[in-house]
Nanobody, 119 residues
Framework: QVQLVESGGGLVQPGGSLRLSCAAS????????MGWYRQAPGNERGLVAS???????NYADSAKGRFTISRDNAKNTISLQMSGLKPEDTAVYYC?????????????WGQGTQVTVSS
């Protein structure tokens, strides 16, 4: 009942910047967490950054100081501003939406958008 649309992936040089966006629509509760996860070949999918419906952010250690997550409440959209990108940031990035539906979380994943950091 929640749909996600991702945008902003692409190719960028090391040290460059990209901005990812994810827009949610559908039956959104008043309590939710939206975030970005990534998965590179040979690695498990892991958290990059997330933000709650009351704007509390959480970052992976690898993202701290370089990435910033923000929320546009009116549009039910989150953005991940990535700077100082490194080749090891190359991965498929997935938007994640965790919607509180009593008595637990309902989870929706985006289809994924490729981020490639290479010279």
């Amino acid at each position: 009942q929640v749909q996600l649309v991702e945008s902003g992936g692409g190719l960028v040089q090391p040290g460059g910047s990209l901005r990812l966006s994810c827009a949610a629509s559908g039956s959104i509760s008043s309590i939710y967490v939206m975030g970005w996860y990534r998965q590179a070949p040979g690695n498990e999918r892991g958290l990059v950054a997330s933000i709650t419906s009351n704007s509390r952010p959480n970052y992976a250690d690898s993202a701290k100081g370089r990435f910033t997550i923000s929320r546009d409440n009116a549009k039910n959209t989150i953005s991940l501003q990535m700077s100082g990108l490194k080749p090891e940031d190359t991965a498929v990035y997935y938007c994640n939406f965790r919607n509180w539906v009593e008595p637990g979380w309902s989870i929706t994943w985006g289809q994924g958008t490729q981020v490639t950091v290479s010279s």
